[in-house]
T-cell receptor, first 114, second 116 residues
Framework: AQSVTQLDSHVSVSEGTPVLLRCNYS??????LFWYVQHPNKGLQLLLK??????LVKGINGFEAEFKKSETSFHLTKPSAHMSDAAEYFC????????????FGKGTTLSVSS | DAGVTQSPTHLIKTRGQQVTLRCSPK?????VSWYQQALGQGPQFIFQ???????QRGNFPDRFSGHQFPNYSSELNVNALLLGDSALYLC???????????????FGPGTRLTVL
């Protein structure tokens, strides 16, 4: 069965420094992977998605992620953190052979200090 | 475009009661999925509706049931509430979500259910 593991429950960075949120996946097939962000009292928003077209995926707000099959990883990065990036981030995989049900990781809380 | 809307925003129930949560999908969307998000956890898939039928189901008991109406809106019903059902319930909509995994799923703000 597919799953995703987010390696850090909490990441703290200073404004203007790089962001790295780590995610490993487990899947028998070529996976469909996503990163979602959840701001307090707001709905989940799609940051980016990997659909096998390119291993480096660019998303909204300057985020990007690289699919590495050899490492079964899909880490999320951003060159320079902004205060507005503080939120909960979820790595997500689609459930195999079952339509489009999303399987979420446990989430990583990103804190950004000034 | 109002996006995905859910009602009510908050709800307090006691053990054993029944609850109904409602979701209106984003304009143009025909597929609705429901997720349960416990405090400090990622959302868990409950089920998905397309063309008024349940198409997929996660690992949830039969106490959780749903419905989709001809206008694509949806309800989530939970019977015999348990303390463990306390969570944020999220609704997501998409276009042809049943067979189009790359079509973005748009989430509503959720309904916070507290069971006492």
């Amino acid at each position: 069965a597919q799953s995703v593991t987010q390696l850090d429950s909490h990441v703290s960075v200073s404004e203007g420094t790089p962001v790295l949120l780590r995610c490993n996946y487990s899947s028998s097939y070529s996976p469909s992977l996503f990163w979602y962000v959840q701001h307090p009292n707001k709905g989940l928003q799609l940051l980016l998605k990997y659909t096998s077209a390119a291993t480096l995926v660019k998303g909204i707000n300057g985020f990007e992620a690289e699919f590495k099959k050899s490492e079964t990883s899909f880490h999320l990065t951003k060159p320079s953190a902004h205060m507005s990036d503080a939120a909960e981030y979820f790595c997500v995989v689609i459930r195999e052979r079952a339509g489009t049900a999303l399987i979420f990781g446990k989430g990583t809380t990103l804190s950004v200090s000034s | 475009d109002a996006g995905v809307t859910q009602s009510p925003t908050h709800l307090i129930k006691t053990r054993g009661q029944q609850v109904t949560l409602r979701c209106s999908p984003k304009s143009g969307h025909d597929t609705v999925s429901w997720y349960q998000q416990a405090l400090g956890q990622g959302p868990q898939f409950i089920f998905q509706y397309y063309e008024e039928e349940e198409r997929q189901r996660g690992n949830f008991p039969d106490r959780f049931s749903g419905h989709q109406f001809p206008n694509y809106s949806s309800e989530l019903n939970v019977n015999a509430l348990l303390l463990g059902d306390s969570a944020l319930y999220l609704c997501a909509s998409s276009f042809r979500g049943w067979d189009a995994p790359y079509n973005e799923q748009f989430f509503g703000p959720g309904t916070r259910l507290t069971v006492l």
